[in-house]
T-cell receptor, first 112, second 114 residues
Framework: EDKVVQSPLSLVVHEGDTVTLNCSYE??????LLWYKQEKKAPTFLFML????IEKKSGRLSSILDKKELFSILNITATQTGDSAIYLC????????????FGQGTILTVHP | DGGITQSPKYLFRKEGQNVTLSCEQN?????MYWYRQDPGQGLRLIYY???????QKGDIAEGYSVSREKKESFPLTVTSAQKNPTAFYLC?????????????FGSGTRLTVV
C-alpha cells in the first residue's frame, strides 16, 4: 500500500522566518511527487517533482526530491501571513490511472 | 470559463438519509476523482473514473456510490451505510491520467450530519 508521511503536522512561525516542510513516501513504481497549497477550499498546485536533485523554484518557494532516500522538502523563505495554509504532499505511483496518494498535510501558521 | 463546479458548497444531512454531491467539469478531462478530507488525515480517494460508464473503487469506497453517464459529470452519493460522513469532499479531474500537473480540484462540498 502506498504511503506518504508529512512532518511536522503543524508549524507556527513569524513573518520573515524560513520554514522547511518534509515529505517521505513509500510507493510502488514511483512516477512523481506533487506539492499543493490549500487555503480554504481547493488545493492549488505548487510543484511536480520527478527527478532527484533538481530544485524547483517559484518565488520564495522551492522544493527538491531525493529518490534514493524517498524524501522531498518544501522550503519557504521570508514567510508572509499569506503563506498560512495547509501544505499537502502527494505521490503518483502504481498503475497508470494517476491516483494521488496524499500525506496528512502540514498546517502552517504565519503570525505578523 | 473552464473549471470544476461542485455543489452544494455546504450540505446538512440527517442520519439515515442518502445525499448526492454534484461535480461537473468543462475541461474535457477524461479522469475524474472523489476525495474525502478529514482533519489530520489529508485526502483519501473514494472513487475514480477514467472513462464514461466506468469507475473504480478507491481506498475508502464503503458507504459511497458513483455514476459516470456523461464525461462532464461524476456525482457522488453518500449513503446511509457510511457511518461517519461528516467531512470535506473534493472532486478532481485529470488529463492523460494525471501524470503531469493536470490535476484540477473543485472548491469542495462540506457535508455535516445533524
Amino acid at each position: 500500500e502506498d504511503k506518504v508521511v508529512q512532518s511536522p503536522l503543524s508549524l507556527v512561525v513569524h513573518e520573515g522566518d524560513t520554514v522547511t516542510l518534509n515529505c517521505s513516501y513509500e510507493v510502488t513504481n514511483f512516477r512523481s511527487l506533487l506539492w499543493y497549497k490549500q487555503e480554504k477550499k481547493a488545493p492549488t498546485f505548487l510543484f511536480m517533482l520527478t527527478s532527484s536533485g533538481i530544485e524547483k523554484k517559484s518565488g520564495r518557494l522551492s522544493s527538491i526530491l531525493d529518490k534514493k532516500e524517498l524524501f522531498s522538502i518544501l522550503n519557504i523563505t521570508a514567510t508572509q501571513t499569506g503563506d498560512s495554509a495547509i501544505y499537502l504532499c502527494a505521490v503518483i505511483g502504481g498503475t497508470s490511472y494517476g491516483k494521488l496518494t496524499f500525506g496528512q498535510g502540514t498546517i502552517l501558521t504565519v503570525h505578523p | 470559463d473552464g473549471g470544476i463546479t461542485q455543489s452544494p458548497k455546504y450540505l446538512f444531512r440527517k442520519e439515515g438519509q442518502n445525499v448526492t454531491l454534484s461535480c461537473e467539469q468543462n475541461l474535457n478531462h477524461d479522469a475524474m476523482y472523489w476525495y474525502r478530507q478529514d482533519p489530520g488525515q489529508g485526502l483519501r480517494l473514494i472513487y475514480y473514473s477514467q472513462i464514461v460508464n466506468d469507475f473504480q473503487k478507491g481506498d475508502i469506497a464503503e458507504g459511497y456510490s458513483v455514476s459516470r453517464e456523461k464525461k462532464e459529470s461524476f456525482p457522488l452519493t453518500v449513503t446511509s451505510a457510511q457511518k461517519n460522513p461528516t467531512a470535506f469532499y473534493l472532486c478532481a479531474t485529470a488529463r492523460e491520467g494525471g501524470l503531469g500537473h493536470g490535476y484540477t480540484f473543485g472548491s469542495g462540498t462540506r457535508l455535516t450530519v445533524v
